[in-house]
């Protein structure tokens, strides 16, 4: 990629130059992430009180993501197109298979970018709130450099 480089008084600035084309896939991927990163978060909410208390109800999922029971009803109507859960009205949430394996997947980059963070050193408390954010919008090389540096260690 090409680079400028801009001297001011105290500093150095190097700015990567990037493609119309680039910067747009860029833009792509990054409200793709986003939009996943809801599906995500709510699969596995479902899966983690489903194994705690046998189901998951809108109440319960509303309490812990810290929304509205309206946002978590507009989330799982667009879920439920999307086939990762099955709902019936008054009933518990249930994920569908590809749900499961989505939410078995989550936990496993949790875990994973959990485990890396601690191992440099970062306290518990902050690699589980760093966690949130990097599980979802970190690549699989990177995942998978992770990993290989965990087995080493």
Same mark, same amino acid.
């Given at each position: 990629?090409?680079?400028?480089?801009?001297?001011?008084?105290? @500093? @150095?600035?190097?700015?990567?130059? #990037?493609?119309?084309?680039?910067?747009?896939?860029?833009?792509?991927?990054?409200?793709?992430?986003?939009?996943?990163? @809801?599906?995500?978060?709510?699969?596995?909410?479902?899966?983690?009180? @489903?194994?705690?208390?046998?189901?998951? #109800?809108?109440?319960?999922?509303? #309490?812990?993501?810290?929304?509205?029971?309206?946002?978590?009803?507009?989330?799982?109507?667009?879920?439920?197109?999307?086939?990762?859960?099955?709902?019936?009205?008054?009933?518990?949430?249930?994920?569908?298979?590809?749900?499961?394996?989505?939410?078995? !997947?989550?936990?496993?980059?949790?875990?994973?970018?959990?485990?890396?963070?601690?191992?440099?050193?970062?306290?518990?408390?902050?690699?589980?709130?760093?966690? !949130?954010?990097? !599980?979802?919008?970190?690549?699989?090389?990177?995942?998978?450099?992770?990993? #290989?540096?965990?087995?080493?260690?």
């Amino acid at each position: 990629m090409p680079r400028s480089t801009k001297k001011t008084s105290a @500093t @150095t600035r190097v700015a990567i130059v #990037r493609s119309p084309a680039q910067l747009a896939e860029n833009f792509r991927r990054s409200r793709r992430d986003r939009a996943l990163e @809801t599906a995500q978060d709510y699969v596995e909410a479902i899966a983690d009180l @489903t194994i705690a208390h046998s189901e998951a #109800r809108v109440v319960d999922l509303a #309490r812990r993501l810290g929304v509205t029971h309206v946002t978590v009803n507009r989330t799982l109507a667009r879920l439920q197109k999307g086939g990762f859960v099955k709902t019936e009205p008054y009933r518990a949430i249930f994920l569908t298979d590809a749900g499961d394996k989505l939410a078995a !997947e989550c936990k496993r980059r949790h875990e994973t970018v959990v485990s890396f963070l601690r191992s440099l050193g970062i306290s518990g408390r902050t690699a589980e709130l760093d966690a !949130e954010g990097i !599980e979802h919008h970190v690549s699989p090389e990177t995942l998978a450099a992770f990993e #290989r540096r965990l087995k080493k260690s």
